[in-house]
């Protein structure tokens, strides 16, 4: 890895080579329904401030204790690229406190952001193997995104409602709604991962190493064996299936998921990083944190609506079909489910079973 953080004078300054984002708000990468929901918690204000606290005390000093004692610290003495690409990451997004990299032994590949008051970054030692620079360098700003999202306050928040929820458990109905609760609040997990991708995209400015850093986490380290465009035409796949059939599989796979699965992420970075939004956050039109305090809540809101609705729309799933077609007053509805359940489907008879006169 070449060290991608320094300026040619030789300063601490990160590389300019990316576009860098001035007072960006979070609000910039947030998926429509991640951010909906951050924008109204952050409006409690004082419950956040209440957890970032009592994490301080006591279960954060534990966990930087331990990765002090465990693991490998980055500096510039220690994986100084890994070092340099947090801090270039948080010079990118305009994050003033730049949060501490640990690595650590484990051969699993994965990263994650802990910790509230003071989040750090860890990443294993399988994933640094297995990527090369520039996809490294999108996993760390999708870390970071994290950090500046505050996705460990606001779960945090969340589960402490789910908890005192399940205690309305013994009241008729109550175990569906927790259950109900409990689907949401995964549903939103899986949207916070799609929000940080696009931080991380933010901060690498490189869509092909983002998506095939994703594509590598789904098939290995062999990339002479793998493509990205034909990883593109198997999340086309995955996305139509087959029949509804294969719907309602899906949907049941997916909803115990806290992450999406590789191919849709693959897929949806793809879509963001030719999108208009995209194009226009890198020209320098971007919501900014100043603003953050203006941000409506319904409108927010109604931007979730509408990103579901859009979804829907354009998918090409069979079940999201059908619902088009009800929502348009098909009369063929009927006849699709016919079909897709007991396989009588005209083209797929056999011509002897046709009747005769």
């Keep these: 890895m070449t060290d991608s953080t320094q300026s040619s004078g030789g ?8 576009q860098r984002f001035p007072d960006i ?3 910039a990468w947030e998926h429509p329904a991640d951010r909906s929901a951050l924008v109204a918690l952050r409006k409690l204000s004082g419950f956040d401030d209440i957890l970032k606290k009592l994490a301080g005390l006591v279960s954060e000093r534990s966990v930087r204790l331990m990765f002090l004692a465990t693991a490998v610290k980055t500096s510039e003495r220690q994986y100084p690229e890994l070092f340099n690409m947090v801090r270039d990451a948080a010079y990118v997004l305009d994050l003033e406190q730049v ?3 640990y690595v650590t032994q484990d051969p699993n590949v994965n990263a994650m952001c802990i910790g509230m008051d003071t989040p750090v970054i860890v990443v294993t030692t399988g994933l640094v193997e297995l990527l090369d620079e520039e996809e490294l360098r999108a996993v760390i700003g999708h870390e970071v995104g994290h950090a500046m999202s505050g996705h460990a306050v606001y779960r ?22 927790i259950m109900a609760l409990v689907t949401a ?4 997990f899986r949207k916070a991962e799609i929000s940080c991708d696009r931080a991380g995209l933010l901060a690498g400015q490189d869509p092909q190493a983002a998506m095939r850093g994703l594509m590598k986490l789904a098939g290995g380290h062999n990339l002479g064996e793998m493509n990205v465009d034909a990883f593109l035409e198997q999340a ?9 059939r294969d719907s309602v599989l899906k949907l049941l796979q997916v909803l115990p998921q806290t992450h999406p699965f590789a191919v849709v992420r693959v897929a949806k970075l793809k879509q963001w990083s030719e999108s208009e939004e995209y194009r226009s956050i890198l020209a320098g039109a971007y919501p900014r944190r100043s603003d953050d305090p203006d941000a409506s809540v319904s409108e927010q809101w109604r931007a979730a609506a509408d990103s579901y ?3 829907i729309k354009e998918s090409k799933d069979p079940l999201f079909s059908l619902l088009r077609d009800i929502a348009d007053g098909a009369g063929s509805v009927g006849g699709k489910l016919r079909d897709t359940f007991t396989g009588a489907r005209s083209s797929e008879r056999d011509p002897q079973d046709e009747p005769r006169d």
């Design 185 to 188: 609040l995964k549903e939103w």
């Design 25 to 27: 708000s979070t609000r």
């Design 236 to 244: 086309e796949e995955y996305e139509k299936a087959g029949d509804l």
């Design 156 to 177: 945090t928040m969340l589960l402490v409602l789910t908890n005192l929820a399940t205690r309305v458990g013994w009241i008729p109905l109550g175990n569906l709604a």
């Design 309 to 311: 609705g859009k979804s």
């Design 11 to 18: 300063s601490d300054t990160p590389s300019r080579r990316r």
């Design 99 to 101: 949060p501490d990299l």
